[in-house]
């Protein structure tokens, strides 16, 4: 691996580009993220905030090659995305060493999270031609975003237009993998029109792991970008042989079908310096398990989710700063006839304050949440974030904040010849610190971060002999601590051939309080302990792209492993071919529960836009 990565590395400071270079020229200038404003009711450009945010545009995605946005998140720092198969079938998201249960995901501000199981949140990835951007949050995030973002949290901003009135891909590859998409929009001065439909499948790359999934997205927006009423509508099932996926190595004949929909209703008021985003949503999942694929006398599973909700969030500048105060009430309830009719309400109170001290040489911003959940009880959540600009160019920060996450139905009462839930289960809680750096000029940026969280009443599913139920406890105290870095070099979009490149790098160690059971499902000995990340791009002309990937990954339980993947695209046109190389160095490795991923394979598309 250490000759393999030293090659690469030279080859990448020689010839690599910016990963941003398209993006600056779609932009028009050579703009930096540090200017792009974030999300959130104290929107706050990136260069001044002061916790570990990552934002990443639409055109480092397309630039990716990934078909699906799974595939593109393998390349994220700190964020491990654990596959039980490839493509849209199944993908655990992991931010900072939390489990799957402990990530949040968000799409345009709209909490997700799944009272089944977390095991399902890439169920709702958008299809990537409509992403906007992706903000990551890394750390503690419950004082921005409620219950269950313990970890840290993804929100996933979605476009409201496109250029093109008229844009048709055609997908194919390996494991004789087709798919086609299509997406139209239309505007006016005060409308914009979007849809989408695409479809996906696989005969899969080893025995019973063929797939195929659709989507269907609409969205209308209404009104100035300052003030409008927006529609989104998604829609995603999916049917996927789930050999090995849950029970033994040697069940291979698991099948599962799922569906994902969405539909939110925004409203954006600004006034003066007051703005007001109301919004109204409802979020069902579901999900059909069978143990034995067409056999459903044997084992069979049905779950259907639901989450109703309405929220407000509130930002107003003053001379003390910016105010920020929001409002989410919902209720979460499961169909299913492994855990029958379950139900519980949620509300969320939040509120922040931004204080500028000292003419700008220091700023600080307390928060907190209120929470009740009506089967734990309430709570309070407070935080802090403190910044100082150092210079121009430079800004340290220190934050503290606490977090929770209330356990799943499936955690509480789900039941089978192998694994027992726990009624009497309580609310996981977590006390972090993490101190950065960020440094942000025209043609580089890097950052640091060294972060520490106390977890306690973490649940897992354990057993002490081989021949009993695993079953859910609150066991564990867990400290976790870690270090990230990234450095990105930038380069002029003004020139024909541009090059660069970015690296990033996580440690994570994580310390158990005591002696772990004897056979745990959720064992620590498969999280992250060392990644690295080397990205390489060159652009010459806009219209020729060669992107290339490489991600070293080191398990707490000392296995290793080295993925190399390659991305080319030229530009006909309106015609783009697009060849993807994926794994070249034929690694043989697994990412969760024992489950081999492919080895080296390919992907084409030839995509349209009028």
Known sequence: MKDVLFVFLVITFAISSSAWSQYYEEQGS???LDEVVVSGRIAESYRNLSKSIQVISSAEIAQSGAIHLVDFLQRIVGLDVRRRGVGPTQADLNLRGGSFDQTLLLIDGIALEDAQTGHHLSNFFPPIALIERIEIVRGSAARIFGQNAFSGAINIITKTSVESTLQVQLNGGSFETTGAEIVTGHQTAKTRLLAQAS?????????NTDFTQRQYLVSLSQGSVENALRVLGFFSPRKFGANGFYASPSAVDQYEETQASLIAITKRITQNNTRITPRIYWRRGQDMYEYIRDRP?????????HKVGAAVDVGHDSSIGTSGFGVDVSRSSIQSNNLGERSRDIVNLFAEQLISLGDGVLDVTPGLVYTYVSN???????????????GTAYRTYINWGTTFRVPTFTDLYYADPTTLGNENLVAESATSLEWGFRYAQQNISASAAVFTRKSTNLIDYVKEKEAEKFQAQNIQELQTSGVELSVDRFSDSSQTFTVGYGLSYTYIAQRLSEEA????????DNDLKHQLIVRMNATMSTKRIADFNLRYIERASGRTYTILDAHLS???GNFRLQ???NNLLNQAYWETSLISMPGRNVSFSLGYSL
């Open 570 to 572: 030229q530009q006909l």
């Open 579 to 581: 060849a993807s190389l």
């Open 30 to 32: 050579t703009q930096i």
């Open 376 to 390: 734990f009880g309430s709570n309070v959540f407070p935080g802090v974030e403190i910044g100082a600009p150092l």
């Open 297 to 305: 006398d044997i084992y069979r599973n049905m779950h259907i989710t």
């Open 517 to 524: 059971a004897v056979f745990s499902r959720y064992s620590i």
């Open 199 to 207: 479809s996906l499948g696989s005969a899969g790359y080893r025995y």
